[in-house]
């Protein structure tokens, strides 16, 4: 890395109040790189969202992290035992350092679940957890209140926290500890974990600067990344000029319409990934008598054509669905096939008496999900095919999600993604008999409601043999397709971009958690 | 009756043959082309449903496998699409007929909106004087310092904020003609008033009011045929005006859907394409709206020259 | 000159009034906040807890008269998307708009007095008519669509050959049409930071060229206006009887045109420009979009589409401040360019 180049990072960012200029320019590895946005806080149980799991993974660890091919890999913890039903038990590294400098035990892993219990974003995923107990210095034990097959995919949540370092009231007087969203809690401007990174500057929505912890447990990590850059750039053309420009290493997401460009860029790689969100529409049964019957959902399913908008729209950058899981969950059944037949759309609207079709409205956002507007506009002009009058609403996403809440459209446009990585949490949230007071169903926005699915779905989530649960979830997808209970249309890509010296591929997964702490930089 | 009234209209009509205007007319050629353009632009648009191949705006006659082809002096275009498709497969063609279609509506909507605002109370400022002048004044004054893009802007903003997205799309087009109708009025009020004022105190005025006239009858029957030339030359710009206003709304994401596109939503949908190589969804209809645009402004330039009135400076 | 101060401030607390009581009488249907700031599957009874401690279950009444006790302090509250007082998030897009804003009316100024001076002067000349010609189509030509025009040709490059290429003249015309592309087109670079949150783009050469087709497609909408206007005062101030007797007494045309007729053209011009200004601003809104410049207006924008209340507030009292200050400027200057204006804040 030349000095001008270094000197270049240290200045970019639309606007910054001091320019850090690096003393030593030689030795240092840097990574420049920008997301489309920046961390909300230094508080990783301030939001359950994707950036702030990201930020987890560069400057915490998980207790398991998921591997590319969604098995865990131990971090923080070495080994587990189920010891019964209820009960598991970890075991704990004992080499571990917090960035303050305090020794990682048992108690701070018991101490980060209890304040993830106290959360709004994260007590929700947390709730089957009954009790954490540190049995010695390195020996932590869950007891749940009922078996609970998950607990390994809870513990990818579990990014330990200084407990010594969060005690005690701030010069405000706050307790360290309190979680404030969108405020000025002293866990949002501090930070220590055990991650590969420590945070130097934090100016948000404008810059952020990451230095290599010296402490850093993982000796066998290949990481030689000293310093990151983050400089958020929110506007996807700007992003990928930047890229392109050199003036970063490292971009994500790369929007759909640049793909070709970056993948001719001969200084530049590009890395896409079938990703894991599902994006589909729901079909209102309350609000159109016509979307009981089975037979017209089944020929709104058979009329959309998933590869056309796979294709021509998301130039091929997502993968057509036929079902809510993608491949590598428990849930996901291999032989569901795409069902684009428009014949057969024909047929069984007329069967069911809806040959001359009939009026409905819909409504997408148009700033949340990769080409959202454009794909609900594609899906309408697909169900005029068979003579559905579609009157079509695109929002931003700000007002969608209000109008969501009131089921104000006959279809409604959702993009989900699974935050356990489970199969059952897409049917919990998603097509579950709508229930206000267990919140079972909160974005079933089509009204479906099959209790037999939800008896299945709520036996799999006590069913400790996963063999045995993962065949229960693989026919609640199976009979959610056949019901056609909703529009499946497809997995959003993912997409990540570097310079070709910076070596993304190992440590990109499908859960968009790039592990950057493992990242090489190769000598230009 | 029709005895007597068509001597008149002939008379009027070879009162026009003869007169200045028309003389100038025929000596300027830049007029004419220009008014030649605006006519067969105006006669496609509103001939749109009858002329275009397809229509844009019903969704069974779009298909996404022809989508983003390229006009046909292009390699790999299709000869039932002379200027190619949009990302959804929609005829560029007939896109951009009903849109131009769109975009002259709400463009001589708002300006009649305007007119009447405006002139209203650039009539009832300038008669009345007084309280009445100075409140309407004042605010001209505070909305023009504000300039009329930022108040059609915000204005529009909070219009589909009072509406919500959804109840704008449904009545886009008559909202767009409120938006840049409420906008636009002060440059009516302001000339309106100067050219009442000027008249006010002439004699043709008093010897109406000693006879006895309404305020109402003077104003409408005396003062405003004779404020009527900078009204229609301010109305050629505030035409071209009110149209970039739209387009900028639009563009902006504040006008006309996408399912039913402007000639402003539509380089705003394109724009999107200009960086993977299919300028044609932005650039066409650019050009269509430029040149709509440039001959009405020729048109009001040649105007000016040969009406030659006092405009409101600034 | 103190009466009119006063009154004028008088005007600016009102203009600001208005716009904090109306933004805030619409904000429900802006969106709600708490959208933006939880994970999706936090449930309804989180929310409302949240809801309520950011007070967005309080009366209207209520609601508003904290804000504006608090705006009274200059606290106009947190952005909820940026996580932020809103000043601060104003105070760092600001300098982006003034350095565009700036430049541009700097290229306004360097052009338009020469051409429209020029065109005024000789106004059958053929170089006259291409001015006039080009300026009534710079001005039929959306700004937007303009600065889209600009990415095509020179940050992406077209290339075109409509002649012949293997003939001398065919290949040099091609030559002509085609264009390289490779501008800078989107945001600032690397703008070198002065001092605070100030990061200016006129530091360094490359800085510069991030501004000039943000600049040339702003200028765009506002140079042929200004030709013209000095163009017609022009014209209309060499045919006054002071001049044809400047003329007459045999004083050079240079300094007619320059010393006496000039200055006379420069009053209502500046009266235009101080509005002008304004617009200028409006219009950063739809160039700082199509350029992704980050200044205020493409924050503006996204403040919108995210239901960002706080800002929406705090930018629309903060430029309806900006047009105050303007024209009370403008007013300022025109009263001593011109002494027989009396500022006693009656039209005059």
Same mark, same amino acid.
């Given at each position: ?286 609000? =159109? ?234 000598? *230009? | ?73 292009? *390699? ?169 206003? *739209? ?68 | ?13 009102? =203009? ?226 002071? =001049? ?105």
């Amino acid at each position: 890395m030349t000095l001008k180049k270094t000197l270049l990072a240290s200045v970019i960012g639309a606007a910054m109040t001091t320019a850090v200029l690096p003393t030593v320019a030689s030795a240092e590895t840097t990574l420049r790189m920008a997301y489309d946005a920046d961390p909300v806080s230094l508080d990783i149980h301030e939001q359950l969202s994707g950036g702030i799991l990201q930020l987890s993974h560069m400057t915490h660890d998980p207790l398991v992290r998921w591997n590319k091919d969604l098995s865990f890999e131990p971090r923080l913890a070495t080994a587990w035992e189920q010891v019964d039903d209820t009960t598991m038990r970890m075991t704990l590294r004992d080499d571990v350092e917090f960035h303050s400098g305090n020794a990682f035990s048992a108690e701070d892993v018991v101490w980060t679940v209890e304040r993830l219990k106290r959360s709004p974003d994260f007590k929700a995923i947390f709730e089957p957890i009954e009790s954490v107990t540190a049995v010695d210095e390195t020996t932590v034990e869950f007891k749940t209140t009922d078996p609970y097959p998950l607990l390994l995919n809870l513990a990818t949540y579990i990014f330990p926290m200084d407990s010594t370092f969060y005690s005690g009231t701030a010069e405000d007087g706050d307790p360290k500890d309190e979680i404030v969203k969108n405020g000025n809690s002293f866990a949002s401007a501090n930070l220590s974990g055990t991650g590969p990174f420590t945070v130097v500057e934090h100016q948000k929505g404008n810059r952020m600067e990451f230095e290599r912890f010296d402490g850093y447990w993982d000796e066998q990590s290949p990481g030689n990344v000293d310093r990151i850059v983050h400089t958020p750039i929110s506007e996807n053309a700007t992003r990928v000029a930047a890229l392109l420009s050199g003036d970063v290493d490292f971009i994500a997401p790369v929007p759909p319409n640049d793909l070709d460009r970056v993948r001719e860029d001969e200084d530049v790689q590009l890395v896409t990934m079938s990703g894991t969100r599902i994006i589909f529409f729901h079909m209102n049964q309350e609000r =159109v008598d016509a979307f009981q019957d089975p037979r017209v959902r089944q020929a709104f399913a058979y009329a959309v054509n998933q590869e056309a908008i796979a294709d021509r729209l998301m130039k091929g950058f997502a993968t057509p669905a036929a079902q809510f899981s993608p491949q590598g969950y428990a849930g996901h059944v291999a032989d569901l096939e795409l069902r684009h037949d428009l014949e057969k759309a024909q047929q069984l609207m007329a069967d069911a008496g809806h040959g001359d079709g009939f009026e409905i409205s819909m409504m997408a956002p148009n700033n949340r999900y990769v080409n959202d507007a454009k794909i609900a506009q594609a899906v309408a002009a697909m169900l005029a095919r068979i003579n559905v009058t579609v009157d079509l609403k695109t929002l931003p996403k700000a007002q969608y999600w209000g109008e969501y809440d009131d089921r104000a459209a006959d279809m409604m446009m959702i993009g989900w993604h699974s935050d356990t990585e489970d199969s059952a949490n897409f049917h919990e949230y998603l097509t579950a008999c709508p229930d206000a007071d267990t919140g079972a169903g909160q974005y079933n926005a089509g009204n479906y409601c099959n209790p037999e699915l939800d008896k299945l779905v709520a036996e799999a989530n006590l069913e400790v043999d996963l063999e045995k649960r993962a065949q229960m979830l693989q026919q609640v997808e199976q009979t959610l397709y056949e019901e056609a209970a909703v529009v499946p249309l497809h997995w959003q890509d993912l997409a990540w971009a570097s310079a070709d010296n910076v070596n993304i591929e190992p440590i990109l997964n499908v859960m968009n958690f790039p592990y950057l702490g493992d990242l090489v930089i190769e000598e *230009e | 009756m029709t005895t007597t009234t068509t001597p008149q209209v002939a008379s009027r009509w070879s009162r026009f043959r003869s007169s200045y205007l028309l003389y100038s007319f025929k000596r300027d050629l830049v007029a004419q082309l220009s008014l030649v353009v605006f006519i067969a632009l105006v006669a496609v648009a509103v001939l749109a449903p009858w002329l275009a191949p397809m229509n844009p705006y019903d969704l069974a006659q779009i298909d996404i496998m022809s989508s983003e082809l390229p006009p046909f002096w292009i *390699e790999g275009s299709d000869p039932a699409y002379p200027v190619g498709t949009d990302a959804q497969g929609r005829d560029m063609l007939s896109t951009i007929l009903y849109g131009a279609r769109v975009s002259l509506i709400i463009g001589f909507g708002a300006v009649a909106l305007q007119a009447i605002l405006g002139v209203s109370f650039g009539l009832l400022a300038g008669y009345l004087g007084g309280r009445v002048d100075a409140f309407l004044m004042r605010l001209a004054d505070i909305q023009l310092s504000f300039s009329t893009l930022m108040v059609a802007i915000v204005v529009g903003a909070l219009v589909k904020a009072i509406f919500g997205g959804a109840t704008f799309s449904a009545y886009a087009v008559p909202l767009l003609v409120l938006i840049i109708g409420l906008a636009e009025w002060p440059q009516y009020a302001r000339t309106v008033r100067a050219s009442v004022l000027a008249e006010r105190h002439k004699e043709y005025v008093d010897a109406a009011r000693v006879m006895g006239f309404t305020s109402r009858r003077i104003m409408f029957r005396h003062i405003l045929p004779n404020t009527l030339s900078p009204i229609f030359v301010i109305s050629t710009v505030q035409v071209a005006n009110a149209i970039i206003a *739209e387009a900028a709304l639009s563009f902006l994401g504040l006008g006309m859907p996408e399912t039913q596109p402007s000639l402003g939503s539509l380089i705003k949908s394109g724009f999107d394409y200009l960086q993977s190589g299919s300028w044609w969804i932005t650039l066409i209809p650019g050009l269509v709206l430029v040149v709509l645009v440039l001959v009405i402004n020729l048109l009001g330039d040649w105007l000016r020259d040969v009406l030659n009135p006092r405009l409101y400076k600034g | 000159m103190i009466a009119f101060l006063i009154k004028r401030l008088f005007h600016a607390l009102l =203009v600001m009034f208005i716009i904090s009581v109306i933004a805030f009488a619409i904000q429900d249907n802006l969106g709600d906040p708490i959208q933006q700031m939880v994970g999706q599957s936090v449930p309804e009874s989180e929310r409302e807890i949240l809801r309520e401690q950011l007070g967005l279950n309080d009366p209207f009444l209520i609601q508003y008269l904290r804000f504006a006790g608090n705006a009274l302090q200059l606290d106009f509250g947190y952005s909820y998307i940026f996580n932020q007082p809103t000043t601060e998030v104003i105070l760092r897009h600001l300098p982006a708009t003034l350095e565009l804003v700036f430049s541009t009316t700097l290229l306004i100024v360097l052009l338009s007095v020469p051409i429209g001076v020029y065109s005024a002067i000789r106004p059958r000349a053929w170089l006259s008519r291409f001015f006039m010609g080009v300026s009534i189509i710079g001005i039929s030509i959306p700004v937007f669509l303009t600065a889209i025009m600009l990415i095509q040709l020179f940050a992406i490059g077209v290339s075109w050959s409509p002649f012949p290429a293997d003939t001398g003249w065919g290949a040099w015309l091609n030559d002509l049409i085609t264009t390289e592309g490779g501008m800078p087109a989107y945001g600032r670079g690397d703008p070198v930071p002065v001092f605070g949150t100030w990061a200016t783009n006129f530091a360094s050469l490359e800085g510069l060229t991030y501004l000039v087709l943000p600049t040339v497609s702003l200028a765009s909408i506002m140079l042929p206006l200004f030709i013209r206007l000095i163009r017609a005062e022009m014209l209309e101030v060499l045919q006054s009887e002071y =001049v044809k007797f400047a003329r007459a007494k045999g004083i050079s045309l240079r300094r007619i045109y320059f010393l006496h007729a000039l200055k006379n053209t420069m009053l209502p011009v500046i009266t235009m420009g101080g509005v002008q200004i304004g617009t200028l601003v409006a219009y950063t809104i739809l160039t700082e979009t199509v350029f992704q410049w980050p200044g205020m207006g493409l924050m503006f924008l996204n403040a919108i589409q995210r239901s960002d209340v706080p800002l929406i507030i705090t930018y629309l009292m903060i430029v309806g401040l900006i047009f105050v200050i303007t024209n009370t400027l403008v007013d300022l200057i025109y009263g001593l360019v011109n002494p027989t204006v009396k500022l006693t804040g009656k039209p005059a």
